[in-house]
């Protein structure tokens, strides 16, 4: 069984800094299937990128996915202040969905 | 609007059941997998569940596996999650989520969420 682990934990930024995030597989997968959700409080996922590096309907351009392999990182390239939330990578593979730990994007 | 209303959360014992529905809206939901993704109280995302727009395929997590019964009924644009065998463990929000089409399996949809809280 595959397992996501994302780093950092927690990144703290400040609004037009740039965001990297990582989500590193236990084993090769395909990137295809690797997609990123952000989370706020109290609300339900939202989906950000899918295929490791397509951006979901209605996502700005500041925010990319690159990867392949093991190792895939979303990135927002200038933050916004609506952009602070949980972050979680997800892969689907060999009938099953996991999901990352997550990463909380905080404002410094 | 394209819209996922789930139900059918509350408090139960343990060892007790309960059945989870979520109604679709807004699109053709016999054309859609879904699936139900839960998250314990301030932790991450769990996947629970999928079953493919047709019902002939569902998956399982090995947490649920043999406990938890997921269908769905395209008459009733309804998707259901039973729930058996309940443990302290299970207690979390359960949302539905739509696969999106095209987009390589990835839920593009997501119901507001009910709240199951199991406890004695």
């Known amino acids: 069984e595959i397992v996501l682990t994302q780093s950092p934990g927690t990144l703290s930024l400040s609004p037009g800094e740039r965001a990297t995030l990582s989500c590193r597989a236990s084993q090769s997968v395909n990137s295809n299937y690797l997609v990123w959700y952000q989370q706020k409080p109290g609300q339900a996922p939202r989906l950000v990128i899918f295929?490791?590096?397509s951006r979901a309907t209605g996502i700005p351009d500041r925010f990319s996915g690159s990867g392949s392999g093991t190792d895939f990182t979303l990135t927002i390239s200038r933050l916004e202040p609506e952009d602070f939330a949980v972050y979680y990578c997800q892969h689907y593979g060999s009938s099953l969905f996991t999901f990352g730990q997550g990463t909380r994007l905080e404002i410094e | 609007e394209v819209q996922l209303v789930e139900s059918g959360g509350g408090l139960v014992q343990p060892g007790g059941s309960l059945r989870l529905s979520c109604v679709a809206s807004g699109f053709t939901f016999s054309s859609h997998s879904m699936n139900w993704v839960r998250q314990a109280p301030g932790k991450g995302l769990e996947w629970v569940s999928y079953i493919s727009s047709g019902g002939s395929t569902i998956y399982y997590a090995d947490s649920v596996k043999g406990r938890f019964t997921m269908s769905r009924d395209s008459a009733k644009n309804s998707l259901y999650l039973q729930m058996n065998s309940l443990r302290d463990e299970d207690t979390a929000v359960y949302y539905c989520?739509?696969?999106?089409?095209?987009?390589?399996?990835?839920?593009?949809?997501w119901g507001q969420g009910t709240t199951v809280t199991v406890s004695s």
């Open positions: 295929g490791a590096s």
């Open positions: 989520a739509r696969v999106g089409t095209g987009i390589r399996n990835a839920m593009d949809v």
